[in-house]
T-cell receptor, first 113, second 116 residues
Framework: GDSVTQMEGPVTLSEEAFLTINCTYT??????LFWYVQYPGEGLQLLLK?????DKGSNKGFEATYRKETTSFHLEKGSVQVSDSAVYFC????????????FGKGTLLTVNP | EAGVTQFPSHSVIEKGQTVTLRCDPI?????LYWYRRVMGKEIKFLLH????????ESGMPNNRFLAERTGGTYSTLKVQPAELEDSGVYFC??????????????FGEGSRLTVL
């Protein structure tokens, strides 16, 4: 079946540091890939997505590129802020389903001033 | 615009008791989903409603779980009788289309269930 593996953390960085959260996947066919984020006290929200190979999703300074050859979708940000502290989830959908998300376990990011 | 709201935020019950979780989706969203995250595991899909109809309940773990969405508005998820392994966070999500054209689901904060 489909699966997502992401670095579990927790990850602690200083403000303005570079962030990478690794995500690899196993899926049938051609999945769509997502990063969701859960800020403290809030629900999960879509951060960015990519639907085909070599697509780059970007939002709020975060980027991730759909790499089919390495089955990866790593999340990056050049300069993190305290407000980026949250749990980040890598996820995919496949097989024509747009709603049945397969999630990774989540990575807790803490950014210190 | 109000987001997806879930109630209660945390419930502590004893094994064998019953708990009912409620989800109010974003107004106008016909599609409603339940997911859950048990301790140390991934968030996993439970089921999908379109309006009041169950479209996909392939993720429901067993018949102790009953989800309803009468009238196609709010939804409830009942666990009866609860077992220890049911402890976790239950997330509700909604979308306008089936995951929407953007593939975006809008999630609530989750209801944490602790079974003692």
């Amino acid at each position: 079946g489909d699966s997502v593996t992401q670095m579990e953390g927790p990850v602690t960085l200083s403000e303005e540091a570079f962030l990478t959260i690794n995500c690899t996947y196993t899926a049938t066919g051609y999945p769509s890939l997502f990063w969701y984020v859960q800020y403290p006290g809030e629900g999960l929200q879509l951060l960015l997505k990519a639907t085909k190979a070599d697509d780059k999703g970007s939002n709020k300074g975060f980027e991730a590129t759909y790499r089919k050859e390495t089955t990866s979708f790593h999340l990056e940000k050049g300069s993190v802020q305290v407000s980026d502290s949250a749990v980040y989830f890598c996820a995919l959908t496949s097989g024509g389903s747009n709603y049945k998300l397969t999630f990774g376990k989540g990575t807790l990011l803490t950014v210190n001033p | 615009e109000a987001g997806v709201t879930q109630f209660p935020s945390h419930s502590v019950i004893e094994k064998g008791q019953t708990v009912t979780l409620r989800c109010d989706p974003i107004s106008g969203h016909d599609n409603l989903y339940w997911y859950r995250r048990v301790m140390g595991k991934e968030i996993k899909f439970l089921l999908h409603f379109v309006k009041e109809s169950k479209q996909d309940e392939s993720g429901m773990p067993n018949n102790r779980f009953l989800a309803e969405r009468t009238g196609g508005t709010y939804s409830t998820l009942k666990v009866q009788p609860a077992e220890l392994e049911d402890s976790g966070v239950y997330f509700c999500a909604s979308s306008q289309g089936r995951g929407g054209n953007t593939g975006e689901l809008f999630f609530g904060e989750g209801s944490r269930l602790t079974v003692l």
